[in-house]
């Protein structure tokens, strides 16, 4: 069965940073393409980043120049690293995997407040 595992999150000042990391129990990771998307209430769930098998990455226009995705094979795990963080970045981060099938996490809060 797979899963995928967010940690990372938590409450942080505006401006602050925070690294989210999803591990993933897939046998065959690395042809996955692997994103992050956020949902913050009353609004619909929304990609963040994603970075394909190849490394190719993508962001939202919201959060280009401030939040990078990266992926690390081996250990099954892709990562967001938040830096610069606003109020409006306050949402549940979900991590999903996409191949032959797509895969959700449980979601990590993340909270930017003064």
């Known amino acids: 069965q797979v899963q995928l595992v967010e940690s990372g999150g938590g409450s942080v000042q505006p401006g602050g940073s925070l690294r989210l990391s999803c591990q993933a129990s897939?046998?065959?990771?690395?042809?996955?393409?692997m994103g992050w998307y956020r949902q913050a209430p009353g609004n619909e769930r929304e990609l963040v980043a994603s970075?394909?098998?190849?490394?190719?990455?993508n962001y939202a226009d919201f959060v280009k120049g401030r939040f990078t995705i990266s992926r690390d094979n081996a250990k099954k795990t892709v990562y967001l690293q938040m830096n610069s963080l606003q109020s409006d970045d306050t949402a549940v981060y979900y991590c999903?995997?996409?191949?032959?099938?797509?895969?959700w996490g449980q979601g990590t809060q993340v909270t930017v407040s003064s």
């Open positions: 999903k995997a996409d191949f032959s099938a797509s895969f």
């Open positions: 970075i394909t098998s190849g490394g190719r990455t």
């Open positions: 897939i046998s065959i990771f690395r042809f996955y393409t």
